[in-house]
């Protein structure tokens, strides 16, 4: 039986991530039938979307997608791809795995770090819902809603559930926003009350963001709504390495789209310097999600053998080797 998965390279250095990737999870020996969809700057250029219709088609056929980066304009161009494909497929939920790697240098290497980011994916002032009301003054809106928050709690909470984690923390912002984040903290409250067993805090979100920094080994599982939660795992990633090793994955109730969430270096693209770790890590849930848990097992696994050689590691992580030759140390390592 093979699995169909819809592959996006992206642009930058997306294609050499990306191929990574592919072959990584093919060493495994599980058999993947993927079905490659260009997407990247000039395709939208070309299009006049951000997402053509046969992306979406071919991710609603396969359920399934794993995605490389793609460049999104800055204050001004096309919407960002990963914005519209969490609307438009419903990926309600972003989830982050910070974990750190045997053997990286880091400011925190002593600590035992390893903690899930479950963010809210479809609303907050990432719904779009912004005007200028007069010259120079713009108005953007923050949507929560109790449906959206409630399913966000209950994913994370399962997951908690499922995976043998102690303790869920709602960050928000709730005393200054009393109505939006007010209401979502009601909703994580609501739903921990339905799990006694898992043990439930909240924190506001500047202090949280302080506490990660002085005290990342006393989290486990993170809920936030969008914004927050967007800032909150890329500081948290920070603590083991950067974006370049975390992996992510953008789930909904019948589509998951998994990703590596940095962007697509164009400085670098094409030179064979792309660190391709986190699309890699991204594939192992991926793999995880298909239930092939073994093959999930084994590659995490031989990720973590070559971070704690030491020998085949990239630039941006203490190493000289290049994106191919870091893969064939991971697909050796397999073995």
């Known amino acids: 039986m093979a699995y169909p998965v819809t592959l996006i390279a992206g642009d930058g250095i997306g294609p050499e991530v990306a191929a990574a990737a592919q072959r990584a999870v093919d060493a495994t020996g599980v058999k993947i039938e993927w ?28 359920k399934v997608a794993l995605k490389g980066p793609v460049t999104t304009p800055i204050a001004g161009g096309f919407k960002s ?55 120079d003054v713009a108005q953007s809106l923050k949507i ?55 043990t439930y805090e909240e924190m506001i979100v500047d202090n949280a963001s302080m506490q990660l920094v002085m005290r990342p080994e006393t989290f486990d599982v993170l809920l936030l709504p969008n914004l927050y939660g967007d800032i909150v795992s890329d500081l948290a990633a920070g603590l083991v390495g950067g974006l370049g090793i975390v992996p992510g994955a953008n789930m909904g109730e019948e589509i998951a789209v998994f990703e590596a969430v940095h962007g697509s270096a164009p400085d670098i693209a094409g030179r064979g310097l792309a660190n391709p770790t986190a699309l890699i890590a991204s594939s192992v849930m991926m793999l995880r999600h298909l239930r092939e848990v073994e093959a999930a097992e084994r ?30 140390a991971v697909i050796a390592a397999l073995a």
């Open 299 to 328: 590659l995490q696994a031989a990720i973590e053998r070559v971070y704690a050689e030491g020998k085949t590691l990239t630039g941006d992580v203490g190493g000289t080797a290049s994106t191919e030759q870091f893969t064939d």
């Open 81 to 135: 791809v990963n914005v519209s494909l969490r609307k438009k497929l419903d990926l309600f939920a972003n989830v982050r795995p910070v974990k750190r790697l045997p053997g990286l240098k880091t400011r925190y290497m002593d600590l035992p770090i390893d903690m899930v980011i479950f963010r809210e994916n479809t609303e907050d002032l990432y719904s779009g819902l912004e005007h200028e009301v007069v010259k």
């Open 144 to 198: 929560i809603t109790r449906y959206a928050s409630i399913r966000i709690a209950n994913y994370a909470f399962e997951y908690a559930k499922a995976n043998h984690r102690h303790k869920v923390t709602a960050v928000h912002k709730a005393n200054i926003m009393k109505l939006s984040d007010g209401l979502f903290l009601r909703c994580c409250r609501e739903v921990a009350a339905q799990h006694p067993e898992v």
């Open 35 to 62: 079905h490659p969809v260009e997407l990247s700057a000039a395709v939208m250029a070309k299009v006049g979307t951000e997402l053509p219709e046969n992306v979406l088609e071919s991710i609603r056929r396969d």
